[in-house]
């Protein structure tokens, strides 16, 4: 099952824009990642925020956390082609023993 | 300092067959996870693996089998395989072992079609 919901499914914006992914999950968590994957290869760890953290920045990425609506989001700021990708957000499962992916947010840009 | 590599990259099986995919994790890491993803959809935990011994198994069926050897690497096995194991495969490493609370280190996958 999946723990993680992103939301939209697919997102098209031109370069420069601001791109802004949400995630809504389940249950209780201790952290909450945000990976990045080209073209079905593999994926590229962008960003982890702790449950006690309720905004993190990395370069042009802003993450924010809110544990009482049990949701996060992935603000990219000034898009470029590159960032054309499938962004997932995962959490632990309970057992702390895996992450629990949703299906992703699409994302294009471009130029 | 080599990433997390994975062989083959691509496989070609007809129903029935077995699979066997291999992975290296980054040196250091004692930890690796196996994730299947199919096409549309974000990963899915199968096992992990920490210092050779089974942490953790997802919602997969006993055709699936892994194992960890003495130099942190590691194989997933798929006997009987099915039309709905076509897949990306995909293994990840990580220094820790209680958990994947920090960051994954995904490997390139390995594309599975079963015929």
């Known amino acids: 099952s999946q723990q993680g919901e992103e939301d939209p499914q697919a997102l098209s914006i031109q370069e420069g824009e601001n791109a802004t992914m949400n995630c809504s999950y389940k249950t209780s968590i201790n952290n909450l990642q945000w990976y990045r994957q080209n073209s079905g290869r593999g994926l590229v760890h962008l960003i982890l925020i702790r449950s006690n953290e309720r905004e993190k920045h990395s370069g042009r990425l802003r993450v924010t956390l809110d544990t009482s609506k049990k949701s996060s989001s992935l603000l990219i700021t000034a898009s470029r082609a590159a960032d054309t990708a499938s962004y997932f957000c995962a959490t632990d499962n309970q057992a702390g023993t895996a992450l629990i992916f949703g299906k992703g947010t699409t994302l294009s840009v471009s130029s | 300092d080599a990433g997390v590599t994975q062989s083959p990259t691509h496989l070609i099986k007809t129903r029935g067959q077995h699979v066997t995919l291999r992975c290296s994790p980054i040196s250091g890491h004692k930890s690796v996870s196996w994730y299947q993803q199919v096409l549309g959809q974000g990963p899915q935990f199968i096992f992990q693996?920490?210092?050779?011994?089974?942490?953790g198994r997802g919602n997969f069926p006993d055709r699936f089998s892994a194992r960890q050897f003495p130099n942190y690497s590691s194989e997933l096995n798929v006997n009987a395989l099915l039309l709905g194991d076509s897949a990306l495969y995909l293994c990840a490493s990580s220094p820790e072992g209680q958990g994947p609370y920090n960051e994954q280190f995904f490997g390139p996958g390995t594309r599975l079609t079963v015929l």
């Open positions: 693996y920490y210092e050779k011994e089974e942490r």
